[in-house]
């Protein structure tokens, strides 16, 4: 009689075992890095439908959600900009206001300098960026919104200057900071607004100011006749500080209702943001009632597989070893 070390059963019985544990082994590690359980079809006895309505809701927020979260983003960081370029504007108003009781160069100065700085601060805020576009640049988001202060500065220094007299020189600024003028080519670099942004509810919010709204056009016409009056008849600049102030004070006004708006969409954003988030929130816990798996039972089966398939490569190695004198 002839005996096999180990007999061919022996060796099928070991390998199906050492197969099957492998593979439970493969899908108890996949459950542990996803979550969920390896076979859905199963863990749903075979109804998938309410797991792909789930699932297809998921698919379908997920991006909605990532738009509107960077849309709440841009519309903040705008609302900051704006309250920013107000309060700066009351510096400058103050100033000019000093320097009209003041009647005097000093004040002139004073009034010149900080609208000079004041200047330099707005336009830098125009430029501001969000998530590498620029936010009030319209369409054109990847430059800036509008040239530097010192280009600014010297194209309206040479306006005022080249005009003469103060109520030509006022005549010259309306008509180049208007639309259609100069300002549209020498300040302002951005491009046309953006559409207006719709909500996965189907709300429509106003898209944001681009720095040629007439808004922005009328503040820097007012820092401008403040920063540039020196180049006038002393007797003229008086006058003309009290009205470039005045320019600038119905700017703020303006402004003042520019805020509200994007506050308004803002807030809008904010509440189809949470809405979204909440869709996604009770999909998602729907897939993982159906399909989930719990993570501290997951890692106990992988170890536990982990230590039957080592016991398993032991037991079949010694039985590898066998030989005949084994069972004499």
Known sequence: M????????????LFRLTSDLRIR??????????????????????????????????DASQPQLARLTVLEGRYAAAATALRSINDLSGEVALAGQAAEEAAGAVGQEVAASEARSVLSSVLSTLNTQFGGRTLFAGDAGGGPAVTDADSFLAWADGLVAGAGTAAAARTL????????????TVVYSGGAQLTDPTLPSQE????????????????????????????LDPAERDQWIADGTQVVQTARFQLTTLEASVGLAQST???????QDRVLFDAQTTIDSLIGVDPFESVSETQALEVRLQALYTVTGRAGALRLTNFL
């Open 2 to 13: 002839f005996l096999a070390s180990p007999d061919a059963l022996t060796s099928s019985t």
């Open 173 to 184: 600024l309306d008509t180049e900071f208007a639309a259609g003028g100069q300002f549209d």
């Open 25 to 58: 082994l493969d899908e108890a590690i996949a459950e542990l890095g996803t979550g969920y359980v390896a076979n859905a079809t199963e863990a749903v006895r075979g109804n998938n439908e309410l797991l792909l309505r789930a699932q297809a809701v998921v």
């Open 204 to 231: 429509v919010v106003d898209a944001l100011p681009t720095a040629d709204d007439g808004t922005f056009r009328d503040l820097l016409k007012g820092l401008a006749m403040l920063a540039v009056n020196s180049t």
């Open 269 to 275: 954003i904010e509440r189809g943001a949470e809405q």
